[in-house]
Every structure is written in structure tokens, then in C-alpha cells.
Nanobody, 118 residues
Framework: QVQLVESGGGLVQAGGSLRLSCAVS????????MGWYRQAPGKQRELVVT???????NYADSVKGRFTISRDNAKNTVYLQMNSLKPEDSAVYYC????????????WGQGTQVTVSS
């Protein structure tokens, strides 16, 4: 089993910054993809960004140039640095972990609220 614990959400004014963290524990395979998704009220959950264990990233167009994902494999932790935040970035942000060895398994964190005021 894999557990994900997120931290770092909160309230910030437009143009501000926040940093999210997600610590992963449990049985972690070396080949994996970690990432962040978000869900605003009344909307579907959407991809924000992912990063593979090899370092490849995939950003949503809406956050390119503003958000940066990174990971510390030694700590099994993924980070999301969010700059130039906009009110439309307000959502619950979910950490995601996918093991890519054998049968693909997906795990989710509990979510952390990010609210950007205008």
C-alpha cells in the first residue's frame, strides 16, 4: 500500500505564491509517476502537472511558466511551486502517485485547498 500526505495549501492573494508538498510512504516502486491534479467546485478533476521518476514533466497549458514541479526521490516527496497565482487556480489540489511496474496502480492524497483571492 501507498499513502500520500499533502501539505502547503492555503489562502493567498492574486499574484502570490504557494508551495505544496506531498510525502509518499509505503511500498514504493522505483519506476513511477507523481503529480498534482486539481478540482474546482462544479468541475471535473484536471491534470496540473506530472513528473516521472526519470524527471520527465507534463504541464497543463494553463499553468506553464507559473508552476514548477520537482521531486526528491530520496525523500519520496513531490513539490509544486505555484507562482503568479490567479483566482482561477483556486481548487482542491490532489497529489497522485502511479506505480509503473507490473500492474499500474494509482493512489491519491486527501487533497489540500488552495484559494486565490482577487
Amino acid at each position: 500500500q501507498v499513502q500520500l500526505v499533502e501539505s502547503g495549501g492555503g489562502l493567498v492573494q492574486a499574484g502570490g505564491s504557494l508551495r505544496l508538498s506531498c510525502a509518499v510512504s509505503g511500498t514504493i516502486v522505483s519506476i513511477n509517476i507523481m503529480g498534482w491534479y486539481r478540482q474546482a467546485p462544479g468541475k471535473q478533476r484536471e491534470l496540473v502537472v506530472t513528473i516521472s521518476s526519470g524527471g520527465s514533466t507534463n504541464y497543463a497549458d494553463s499553468v506553464k511558466g507559473r508552476f514548477t514541479i520537482s521531486r526528491d526521490n530520496a525523500k519520496n516527496t513531490v513539490y509544486l511551486q505555484m507562482n503568479s497565482l490567479k483566482p482561477e487556480d483556486s481548487a482542491v489540489y490532489y497529489c497522485n502517485f502511479r506505480s509503473m511496474v507490473g500492474a499500474i496502480k494509482t493512489y491519491w492524497g486527501q487533497g489540500t485547498q488552495v484559494t486565490v483571492s482577487s
